[in-house]
C-alpha cells in the first residue's frame, strides 16, 4: 500500500502562484510514476500532470503546458506541482496518484491522496 497526503492548497488571486506537495509513505516511492489530477465542481476529473521514476520524463496536459511544473525528491519522498498563472479555472481539488507503470493512455492509478482544494480568484 502507498499512502499519499496532499498540502499546499489555498485561495489564490488570478495570475498568482501555489506549490502543492504530495508526501507518500509505505513503499518505496522511486518504484512509482506519480500523477496530478484535478476535479471541478460539476466536472468529471481531469489529468493534470505525471512523472516517471526519476523525475527524467514529465507529461502535460495542454490547459496547464507552460504554466504548471512537476517535480518530485525521491530522498524526501514527496511530489510537487508548482502551478503559476493561474486563472479561475484552474480552481479544483487536486489530488495525487501513483502507480508503478509508464501508460499514457489511461488515466487508471492505483493509488490516491484524499485531495487538496485549489481556489483562484478573478
Known amino acids: 500500500q502507498v499512502q499519499l497526503v496532499e498540502s499546499g492548497g489555498g485561495l489564490v488571486q488570478a495570475g498568482g502562484s501555489l506549490r502543492l506537495s504530495c508526501a507518500a509513505s509505505?513503499?518505496?516511492?522511486?518504484?512509482?510514476?506519480m500523477a496530478w489530477f484535478r476535479q471541478a465542481p460539476g466536472k468529471e476529473r481531469e489529468f493534470v500532470t505525471c512523472?516517471?521514476?526519476?523525475?527524467?520524463?514529465?507529461y502535460y496536459a495542454d490547459s496547464v503546458k507552460g504554466r504548471f511544473t512537476v517535480s518530485r525528491d525521491n530522498a524526501k519522498n514527496t511530489l510537487y506541482l508548482q502551478m503559476n498563472s493561474l486563472k479561475p479555472e484552474d480552481t479544483a481539488v487536486y489530488y495525487c496518484?501513483?502507480?508503478?507503470?509508464?501508460?499514457?493512455?489511461?488515466?487508471?492509478?492505483?493509488?490516491w491522496g484524499q485531495g487538496t482544494q485549489v481556489t483562484v480568484s478573478s
Open positions: 496518484a501513483a502507480r508503478r507503470t509508464w501508460d499514457l493512455t489511461t488515466d487508471n492509478y492505483d493509488y
Open positions: 509505505g513503499r518505496t516511492f522511486s518504484n512509482y510514476v
Open positions: 512523472i516517471g521514476w526519476s523525475g527524467s520524463s514529465t
